[in-house]
């Protein structure tokens, strides 16, 4: 059995020569061990897409630590043996190298950690878990700043972010005298709709190929279509992606950010969250990219703010939360939800336009954008009522940037409530007017927003007022919500009931795939 120094283990999720784990690695007494396992594909069944990403992500990593001669094994989907976990390919290696210590970054989902730990308990080993150091905010800052607090908003967190980094500061205050642009944001287009709007191309190198020749053989069954790939897998396609943004698209994100258009996957969002979330990009890259371009003059205030919040407030913000509160998060279920995820989740087989839109170019890009995942397929769920377990397995198996850590509390908390108000200060509901004001798809759907009963009674629009209904007691007592519980109440008995009936009825047709 060969003795080494230490086993590193690098994880599909961390994917950076930045991390600290690569720092003063011996190249002839420590063994770098990557691994691409059946499990991860499998336990909640993976988009196509998401899986060729990661891997394909990762075979372009172990390249380059080879490149530079680093020892690895690299345990692949293509040999003889795949391994069923991360447990079973770890313990192959272990039975025949002997080492010191088991180097790891701390993992970005809970149950990894557990394993991780499992193993080295198993094999005797010492464990050392490093600080996942491409985050700008660590967990032990988290959970100190967050501790005795009743509720941990967003905001507050990023603005210390703001100042630690000094980022879009002037002295001690805020760039332009406001720490958040958010009112100037929120535009919808006009009927002629967003027009070009302009797309970088990446093209696929022969690791990809293989790997999408792998994905299609391997998990035939599995969701999803990898047709469409366009997703950076390496740093410099990843770097080009974020230039590209920050030259082309930075200029109208803010304006455009919350807007919806009917075949428009990608409208002014940057494509980067898989790439900072599997450590191609660090965020302190892209936050400096977007600063740097304000600061030229080339974007607005507004624009930048408004991008560089999302990756230094929410981004940091929904690690910690999840840290905080795992492993108990999870299973939280504060509306105590209890249907079943629609099928409709997975064939977008519906006459609900902007549902079938939305899980469309989800099952063919693995990406949808903010809005669309807050207030269409999100929102839906929470007024339909589906198991936050459930809806938040469909968004971590359909999505290529999911990764436990950042879409759990994105999910669980921030769309569904299932935290009841770690996330957000109130159930995030919306009737399909919101749909009809910030999208086109109304435009020519079977149902209408305005109308909550009767033949074209809009299903969003339905729900809404039945779960204002269902959960009156809960929102009375929220300040912001209770005008909405005044409107309910203003309907009177024959409507409420007329609305009651036609949900009851709408349900029946959802279960039965007919809506
Ligand atoms: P842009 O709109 O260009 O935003 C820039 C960057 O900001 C993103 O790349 C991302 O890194 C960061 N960001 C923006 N919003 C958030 C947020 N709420 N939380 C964390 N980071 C944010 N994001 C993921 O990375 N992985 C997920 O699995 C995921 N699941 C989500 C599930 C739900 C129900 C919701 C409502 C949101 C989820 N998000 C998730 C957050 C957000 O929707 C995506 O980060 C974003 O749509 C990615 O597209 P983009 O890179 O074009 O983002
Ligand atoms: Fe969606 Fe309702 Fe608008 Fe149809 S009418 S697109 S279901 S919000």
């Not at 950076?16 to 990557?34: A, F, G, P, Q, T």
């Not at 088991?102 to 499992?118: H, S």
């Not at 698209?249 to 075949?263: E, I, K, R, V, Y």
């Not at 999208?439 to 009767?454: F, L, V, W």
Request: charged share 25%; proline share 3%; with cysteine.
């Amino acid at each position: 059995m060969k003795k080494l120094r230490n086993l590193i283990l690098i994880l599909g999720d961390q994917l950076s020569e930045e991390l600290d784990v690569l720092k003063d690695v011996d190249k002839k007494n420590d063994l770098i061990v990557m691994a691409e396992v059946l499990h991860e594909s499998t336990k909640v069944a993976s988009h196509k897409m998401r899986t060729a990403v990661f891997l394909s992500a990762m075979r372009h990593f172990a390249e380059k630590l080879k490149e530079k001669k680093y020892q690895l094994i690299y345990l692949s989907l293509s040999d003889q043996k795949k391994f069923k976990s991360f447990n079973e390919a770890i313990s192959f290696v272990l039975t025949n190298y002997s080492f010191q210590k088991i180097l790891v970054t701390e993992p970005g989902e809970y149950d990894v950690f557990e394993e991780v730990r499992t193993i080295a308990k198993t094999f005797k080993l010492t464990l050392e878990i490093k600080t996942d150091n491409t985050f700008l905010s660590n967990k032990r800052d988290f959970s100190a700043y967050a501790e005795g607090k009743k509720q941990i908003r967003m905001e507050f967190f990023y603005r210390e972010m703001r100042k630690k980094y000094s980022i879009l500061m002037d002295g001690k205050d805020p760039e332009g005298g406001e720490w958040n642009y958010d009112q100037e944001n929120r535009k919808s287009f006009k009927k002629e709709g967003p027009g070009k709007v302009p797309f970088l191309d990446l093209k696929k190198d022969s690791i990809t190929e293989e790997v999408l020749t792998l994905v299609n053989d391997l998990f035939k069954d599995n969701p999803g279509s990898t047709e469409e790939f366009n997703w950076p897998v390496t740093h410099t396609e990843a770097k080009k992606l974020l230039d590209f943004f920050i030259k082309n698209l930075l200029p109208h994100f803010g304006d455009w950010q919350d807007a919806m258009w009917t075949n428009e996957a990608f409208l002014y969002h940057s494509r980067l969250s898989v790439a900072l979330n599997l450590k191609l990009l660090t965020p302190m890259e892209v936050i400096k990219a977007a600063e740097q371009s304000y600061k030229k003059g080339h974007v607005s205030l507004a624009s930048a703010e408004g991008f560089i919040r999302q990756i230094l407030g929410w981004r940091e913000y929904v690690r910690g939360v999840y840290f905080h509160f795992m492993p108990e998060y999870i299973s939280r279920n504060f509306l105590k939800a209890d249907e079943d995820l629609p099928p409709l989740y997975w064939n977008a087989k519906t006459e609900m336009n902007c549902m079938r839109d939305v899980v469309t170019q989800t099952m063919n890009f693995g990406y949808a954008h903010h809005i669309q995942r807050l207030m269409v397929t999100g929102l839906f769920s929470l007024l339909y009522g589906v198991r936050p377990t459930d809806i938040h397995q469909w968004y971590l198996a359909v999505y290529v940037d999911a990764v436990e850590w950042v879409e759990l509390p994105n999910t669980l908390g921030m769309s569904q409530y299932g935290d009841g108000g770690v996330m957000a200060s109130k159930p995030y509901i919306a009737s399909g007017k919101y749909i009809s004001r910030m999208s086109n798809y109304c435009k020519g759907c079977k149902y209408s927003p305005e109308e909550s009963t009767g033949p074209n009674a809009c299903p969003f629009t339905t729900f809404y007022w039945d779960f204002i209904r269902k959960h009156q007691t809960l929102i009375s007592k929220n300040p912001r919500l209770a005008m909405q519980v005044k409107n309910w109440q203003k309907l009177g008995s024959d409507k409420q009931k007329e609305i009651e009936l036609t949900a009851k009825n709408l349900r029946k047709n959802i279960k039965r795939g007919n809506i």
